[in-house]
């Protein structure tokens, strides 16, 4: 039986999605989780991207120890420097490198012929080899490239010290069938490929991304490489979960396992959902909250006398969670721990008290808390800022609403010590608040994103709002605030959002 290696690059390929925003904190959280998941290899980020982006990839070098902690560097020495620094004190670093093999990518991106390419890729692996044995190599936009070029490059790269040879579909443009001879190909035509680990790595934009993924499997790709929930650049890049899952079930068919403990797929794919406030598909396969429930009579009927008659995999193989545990005002700090343990989420003890004391408050308003309601109220929690960083207090806040009234609101805010007051009108109450709130703190910031979900049935049920702001030099900020009133609730993700903003704005003055 074969094995596959499963690369996850949520926290590099995935957080290029299009408002998918995390904090070193919560990426730290969630490589945790992969850990728990059993990955062989986490794919960090890009260190030189950004100093929040070295920051959570040395952060994840230091504390995940047992998958492989892996960094992606273009070719120049100044990417491979802050890859290194950034995975050094990992126990199995590992350097990712790539350069653009296509056509199109080299004439108008690069702006190079295709020897300076060979030349580019084989002196950065060279170089990248020169601190880590460990070695990925990428010709980016494989798909498209010319195939014996692109041998040519693998080959050089294999030659300068290449471990791992990923062949990505960058911009998701293979078929199945071509994809997997690619992958025969390279094996037949490269000398010295034999003893490298072939990998697929392949974006969603015609929805081929698992099939393309399975069919290099088929054709000797023994690493994958994709993100949970799929979430990544445009469509997305492959589904882990779908690639896991399709081995699982159809062992007879491809003869070929992996590691994974595919009880903590439903938490992993969860708490990323959460994080990066990308919520899932209903009918999302393996982990949309559809994806084991039965409407049809027919296939109710059929579930109740024999489960496989309409089910090929068990829910509980992904680790799905009946969310009833019912929380109220008599639940203490142990409970609550449990809840988060199993969320793979991790609060200090005053952080666990503080999430404790907000659901006695809430018990006497809402009649039931449930499990996905304490962990709103952690996240809450884990993504205040610090104690003296908030620049923005709110003071109070009033609307005034009605179906033959434009609806109006007064906010009282505390900014820098100062006291201001502002009134505007909207659309809705919520609006008339976010417009209250503008006319404070200026124009420097406006919202982008509004989501609400009530994340427990009924008119009491808490309000869970997400929202993003951007600032005027583009700079997109993710807050959240859970309230059992939707208005209480948005003015705070707003406000938090804001101070996000001033705080950032102000670390980036001094740096
Ligand atoms: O899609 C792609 O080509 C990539 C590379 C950096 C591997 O993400
Ligand atoms: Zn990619």
Redesign the pocket.
């Known amino acids: 039986m074969k094995h596959i290696r499963i690369f996850d690059t949520t926290l590099r390929?995935g957080e290029q999605s299009p408002g998918a925003n995390l904090t070193p904190a919560e990426k730290l959280m969630i490589a945790k989780q992969l850990e728990k998941m059993n990955v062989d290899i986490i794919e960090a980020g890009f260190p030189i991207s950004s100093k929040g982006s070295f920051e959570a990839v040395e952060a994840i070098a230091k504390e995940v120890k047992k998958p492989v902690i892996c960094a992606?560097a273009r070719t120049n020495k100044e990417d491979i420097d802050a890859a290194w620094n950034a995975i050094k004190h990992a126990k199995k670093p590992r350097i990712h490198v790539?350069v653009a093999t296509s056509q199109i990518h080299m004439e108008h991106k690069l702006k190079k012929s295709p020897e300076e390419v060979i030349k580019m890729a084989s002196e950065a692996v060279k170089y990248a080899k020169s601190f880590c044995e460990d070695i990925e190599f990428?010709p980016?936009?494989a798909s498209r490239s010319d195939i014996d070029y692109m041998c040519r490059v693998i080959e050089a790269a294999v030659a300068a010290g290449a471990t791992t040879i990923?062949i990505?579909d960058?911009v998701g443009y293979a078929h199945p069938d071509e994809y997997g001879s690619r992958f025969r190909y390279v094996q037949e035509n490269v000398a010295n490929i034999k003893g490298a680990i072939l990998s697929a790595?392949c974006?969603n934009d015609l929805g081929l991304a698992t099939a393309n993924s399975l069919a290099a499997i088929e054709n000797g790709a023994t690493q994958i490489e994709g993100t949970i929930n799929g979430i990544g650049e445009r469509a997305g890049n492959v589904a882990l979960e779908e690639v896991i899952m399709a081995l699982k079930t159809r062992k007879d068919y491809y003869d070929a396992d992996t590691a994974i403990n595919t009880k903590e797929i439903f938490r992993t794919s969860r708490m990323v959902s959460k994080l990066t406030g990308m919520p899932i598909q209903w009918n999302k396969a393996i982990v949309g909250r559809n994806a084991f429930s039965h409407e049809a009579g027919i296939h109710q009927h059929g579930v109740l006398s024999y489960k496989k008659t309409y089910e090929i995999m068990s829910s509980e193989d992904i680790g799905w969670e009946g969310e009833n545990i019912v929380f109220g005002k008599l639940s203490g700090k142990h409970a609550v721990e449990d809840v988060l343990k199993k969320a793979g989420i991790t609060l200090n003890k005053e952080q666990v008290l503080q999430v404790t004391a907000k659901i006695k408050e809430l018990s006497d308003k809402q009649k039931q808390i449930e499990q996905s309601d304490v962990i709103a109220l952690a996240l809450d929690t884990l993504n205040q800022l610090n104690e003296g960083e908030e620049i923005i207090k709110l003071d109070e806040w009033s609307v005034l609403t009605g179906n033959k009234i434009t609806p109006s609101s007064t906010v009282g805010l505390t900014i820098d010590g100062e006291k201001k007051v502002g009134t505007a009108a909207g659309v809705g109450p919520v609006d008339a608040a976010s417009n209250a709130i503008k006319s404070v703190i200026g124009p420097f910031i406006h919202l982008k994103e509004y989501n609400l979900k009530a994340i427990t049935g009924g008119t009491d049920a808490l309000a869970s709002v997400s929202i993003k702001l951007e600032d005027n030099q583009r700079n997109v900020f993710v807050s959240e605030a859970v309230e059992p009133d939707v208005i209480m609730a948005s003015v705070k993700a707003i406000i938090k959002g804001a101070n996000k903003a001033l705080v950032f704005k102000k670390r980036h003055k001094k740096e």
């Open positions: 390929d992606l790539f990428s980016e936009d990923n990505p960058t790595h974006h």
